[in-house]
Every structure is written in C-alpha cells, then in structure tokens.
C-alpha cells in the first residue's frame, strides 16, 4: 500500500457510489405491479425492468476487465457514475414504458461496470492482511442496499410515487461524482492492451444468453422444458466454449480464464456461486410460501426477510475480519455446515410454521452466508498475481447474475413442477388446501435440491487454504498518475 495514499476517502467514495448503485438494483421489485397499472403492460413486459437490468451487467461485466486497464480509476469510476446518473434521470423523467425501460438498461450499464472497477481498485490499495476487512466493509454495503430496497421503495412508492424512486437517487448521485472528484485517486496502471472484438461478441452472446435463458425459465411456465429457453442455452453455451479456447490462444486476453488455475480462486468462486444461488432463491420462494400456504401478507412478508438482511450487513465486516486473523476454513466450514443444516429445515417445513420461526431461521440463514460469501471471494482474489486482479475481479463479479439467475430459475422450475406433479396426481376438485399442499412438496424438493448444493461448498471447504499472494503482497499501491 503507498504510503502517501490516502485511503479512507477513496473507501468512502466507492461505498456511496456503490450503496446507491446496488440499492437500485433492487429498489424497483415492489413497484412493478404499479408500474403495470400506470403504464397499462403485463407481466412479461414489466419483468423486462429486472431481467434487462440483469442482462446488460452480466453483458458488461468481462469487457470491465478491458476498461479498467485503458482507464485510470477517476476516470472509470466517475465516467460509470455519470453514466448510472443519465441512467436515473431518463427514468426520472419517462413519458412511457419505452423510455422508463431505456432508463433502467443505462443504470444498469453503470452498475454492471461500477462493482468490478471498485473491487480491482480495493484489491491494489490495500495489502493481502487486511483486505477481509476492508472488503468486508465493503460487503456492508453489498448486502445493506439490496435488503433496504424493496422496504424503502414501498414507503417511497406509497408517499410520493414511483417517479420519486429515481429522483431520490439522483442527488446522492451527484455527491458521488463532486466526492469522487475531489478525493478519488488514480491507483494501478493504464497498459491499454489490444480489444479483441470477437471475444466481446462471443461473451455478450454466451453470458447475456445464459442469463436471459434461465431468467426466462424461471418466468416461464414451461421451465427448462420450453424450446426457446434449450436452444438459447445450447447457443450461449457453444459461444462460451469458443470464447474460453480463444481467450487461451490470445496473447492479451479480453478475460483471462487461466486464473482459474489457481486452485484458491477456483474454490472460492465455486463456494461464492453455490452460495448466491441458495440465496437468491431462498429470497424468492421464501416470500411466495410466506404469501401462499402461510397466508401473510406481502408487506408482513417483507418485514420478516428484512431483520436476516439487516444483520448479514451488520456483520460483513466482522467476518471480514475474523478472515484476516484466522483465514478462510473457520469461517467457511462452520458457515457450510450451517448452510446444510438450514437447508434440510426448509426441506421439512409446512403450513403451521410460526412466523417467529421463520424469521430466526431465516436470521441463522444470513449469518452463514455472511460467514461464507465474503471469505470465499477475498481468498479467491487473494490467491491471485496483481496483473491477473482485472480479470478475477470481472470474472467474479460476473459470476454473481448468473448465479443468481441460475438459482432462481432451478428453484422455481422445481417448486412449479413439483407441486403440478402433486396436483395432476389428485382425483375431484382443487381446493385451496390442497394447492398449499402442493406449493409446499414443491418447496420441499426445491431445497432437497439446495442440500446438495450445500453439502458440495461443505465438502469444497474442506480442502481449502489460506491464500498467499504470489506477489507476496509487495505490488499493492500500483502507480500514482
């Protein structure tokens, strides 16, 4: 770390900028059935608010790799606020769907390059000892702002209108910028390496592809089953293959795959995927079973989530930095087990769960992926030499929407034809007693499905090492210009 640098406003720049980034992505969810009704759409044609959204940061998220090294931090980092800003205020100022939905896709072009610029540059400021906290920290806002979403955008929503969600964000927008300006140092170096255009093609086809495909099988009634939805797949899959044998034969990269050769990055990544797929899909169905076999209501449904969220914010930094002192296996085996443990609870529960229950279960839930979502990635990115951070950083940031893609579409398809299998197997009438009946076995075999999942980031953790920079920890600080 250099010494003259001064690091606590650069920390604080990018937990702003990102706190109102991140926010966003989930700020809208509990508007989209006004928006339905204010701009006379349906289902499918409001859904494109968040599948777009993810969309257009999953497209982004490897062609980071490539901006980060032709531009200096100030320079990305300012560049992609304003872009997010732009992004806000057309949605601000909509006439109509097609202008809100142009709106959302040009935030989402600022968030979807924020997050990888923002961990490169904390990975090179700060030494391989204390970067559990640090990141940590920085995981206060990761998973602070999607918790507070939906809680705030009701409030929003019901007091002033759904136009407010984005002119409320506009001036902590422009804090962002005017703070960032004043403060944020350059760190690393500008190397301006040659842009294969094949390789951006190849990517944005196979990422944007895959997590339109599953987004849309979650959506779908038919699931994995619909045509569309295998070709797509099979599509994006064969660019991915072609992109992964070209990235190998080029001499500079657009996204280097070779840093999955570090057996600590690997494994982080692994556990980081499977447990943002748990997440994301208990965040999901946890709410549907909430409404539908247990009766509550959405708001009550909401609140009940929303101490779990609170908490796994509160204590980021803390696991961040318990990782510092005692590395990733104490945090990560325990958390897994934990994990398992919950995810064999949800696989036997029924309509007679108290909402007390509910709500410390799905606490305990939280505190064990705190204990392991951060810990994982800052050891995979640890294990790493400094030249390769843009393409870890990328690539594990890219991870996160299709991983939560993933698990939304493979727990709902599972939840959909589980309970359709219980249905069709019943003779006379279908009452309400017996879809909730039905809506719980398909719970219980989605999270049969989640204990698997569980047990493969427990048996990964096993095998896992504290991760020793190759770099020894020396090159942190990079270049001042």
Request: with cysteine; glycine share 8%; charged share 10%.
């Amino acid at each position: 770390m250099n010494p003259t640098m001064k690091t606590k406003p650069i920390l604080i720049t990018f937990m702003i900028g990102a706190f109102f980034a991140i926010l966003n992505e989930t700020l809208l969810n509990i508007a989209l059935t006004e928006l339905m009704a204010v701009f006379s759409i349906e289902t499918h044609t409001v859904q494109w608010m968040v599948t777009g959204f993810m969309l257009v940061m999953g497209v982004l998220m490897p062609v980071s790799a490539l901006l980060i090294q032709w531009f200096t931090t100030r320079q990305m980092f300012i560049g992609v606020m304003s872009i997010f800003l732009l992004g806000t205020t057309i949605a601000a100022c909509a006439l109509n769907f097609p202008m809100l939905l142009v709106g959302r896709m040009v935030q989402a072009v600022g968030t979807g390059l924020l997050i990888p610029v923002i961990f490169n540059a904390l990975l090179l400021i700060y030494p391989v000892e204390v970067r559990g906290k640090i990141l940590g920290t920085f995981g206060l806002v990761i998973m602070f702002a999607p918790a507070l979403g939906p809680t705030l955008s009701g409030v929003i929503v019901d007091l002033l209108g759904w136009r407010w969600l984005f002119i409320s964000v506009i001036p902590f927008a422009i804090f962002s910028i005017l703070f960032a300006l004043k403060y944020l140092q350059n760190v690393g170096e500008v190397t301006r390496p040659k842009a294969d255009i094949l390789s951006i093609v190849l990517s944005s086809i196979g990422i944007g592809g895959i997590v339109y495909a599953f987004s849309s099988a979650g959506e779908s009634g038919q699931g994995f089953t619909s045509t569309a939805v295998l070709v797509i797949i099979v599509i994006s899959l064969l660019s991915l293959i072609f992109f992964v044998r070209r990235q190998l034969r080029l001499e500079e990269p657009l996204l280097d795959v070779r840093v999955f050769t570090y057996r600590n990055y690997a494994q982080g990544v692994t556990v980081f995927v499977i447990v943002v797929m748990a997440m994301f899909a208990s965040e999901i169905i946890m709410p549907m079973y909430l409404q539908g076999p247990l009766g509550f209501s959405a708001k009550l449904a909401g609140l009940l989530l929303l101490p779990g969220a609170l908490l796994s914010g509160l204590l980021s930094p803390v696991m961040g930095t318990l990782f510092d002192r005692f590395g990733p296996r104490k945090l990560i085996i325990p958390g897994s087990t934990v994990l398992v443990a919950v995810m064999i609870f949800f696989s036997t529960i029924d309509p007679s769960l108290s909402a007390w229950t509910f709500m410390l279960v799905y606490l305990v839930l939280m505190v064990a992926i705190t204990s392991i979502m951060m810990p994982a990635e800052t050891n995979a990115l640890n294990d790493l030499p400094v030249h390769l951070y843009p393409h870890g950083t990328a690539i594990a940031t890219t991870m996160q929407p299709i991983a939560g893609a993933l698990g939304v579409s493979i727990f709902v398809s599972i939840v959909s034809q589980g309970s359709n299998r219980f249905i069709e197997s019943q003779t006379g009438p279908v009452t309400q007693q017996m879809l909730d009946e039905a809506m719980t076995i398909g719970v219980h075999h989605a999270y049969w499905f989640a204990i698997a999942l569980s047990v493969t980031a427990l048996f990964i953790a096993l095998f896992m090492k504290k991760a020793i920079s190759p770099d020894g920890g020396q090159q942190q600080g990079g270049a001042l210009h």
